[in-house]
């Protein structure tokens, strides 16, 4: 293996620091949502909310052009991570 710039053994620590975030972000996001899953089904309210989720979209959408990302990219994400929520809330719903 070869040398590594000190600059990019630099960045690379970054990253991994920034990804180790996410996943800790989104583990406690999912926590929230576990929660949220099971509150609905015990109010016997429908696992998806539509309206909520387009105001997400569109929330973040905004979020990330103020910080210079990709809204396509930002609104991609979200998507994913509604799909995955509203997954779970179906399990927990049919349980």
Do not use: Y
Request: glycine share 4%.
């Amino acid at each position: 293996m070869s040398d590594v710039p000190p600059e990019l053994a630099r960045l690379r620590s970054s990253i991994d620091n920034i990804d180790a975030a996410l996943v800790h972000l989104l583990a406690e996001r999912f926590k929230c949502t576990q929660q949220v899953g099971e509150l609905k089904a015990t109010e016997g309210m429908p696992p998806a909310d539509p309206a909520r989720e387009e105001r997400q979209v569109a929330r973040l959408r905004g979020l990330a052009h103020e910080s210079g990302l990709d809204p396509e990219f930002a609104e991609k994400f979200i998507n994913f991570v509604i799909a995955e929520v509203i997954h779970h809330h179906e399990t927990i719903a049919n349980s």
